[in-house]
């Protein structure tokens, strides 16, 4: 099951308004859907995005109410941004903004939503640079007397 489908954009915009802006293109509200999913993946690649999003054959585990909204109120601001009739675009633009912001604080472990699964350790994972925990001291030094 898809984890966010056009039904669930209409409590944002109403239908009628969608199928104005696509114009009978059934390619549009999907794919903004998917760069939605996408986006908001970017950020939150320290979570299980399996069991956060699901895929094609399994479902999400994790059922967050508000992680939907925040998928939903970028898809809605790359739906509208092809047209805008009878919607406030600056109430959208604002909407999409702090979710962004939300996701940013999140990637920067200033915001930790409750029940979102981390990924596991890989103990088999090189050492890289994109770490996200670092140390450090300083040189061990001698005193003579």
Not at 37 to 53: G, M, N, P, Q, W
Not at 54 to 66: F, L, P, S
Request: net charge negative; with cysteine.
């Amino acid at each position: 099951m898809p984890y966010l489908v056009q039904s669930d954009l209409y409590a944002k915009i109403y239908q009628e308004i969608i199928e104005e802006i696509v114009r009978d293109n059934a390619t549009i509200v999907p794919k903004a859907i998917s760069s939605a999913i996408a986006e908001t993946k970017s950020y939150l690649s320290r979570f299980d995005l399996l069991k956060l999003f699901g895929n094609d054959t399994i479902d999400a585990e994790v059922q967050d109410d508000y992680l939907k909204d925040i998928v939903s109120d970028i898809a809605c601001w790359n739906i509208i941004k092809l047209a805008n009739p009878n919607i406030n675009i600056q109430m959208f633009r604002t909407a999409y903004e702090d979710a962004i912001a939300f996701l940013t604080k999140v990637m920067k472990g200033q915001a930790s939503p409750d029940g979102w699964i981390y990924k596991a350790d890989n103990p088999d994972t090189p050492i890289n640079e994109n770490n996200s925990v670092q140390w450090a001291s300083n040189k061990k030094r001698k005193h003579d007397f």
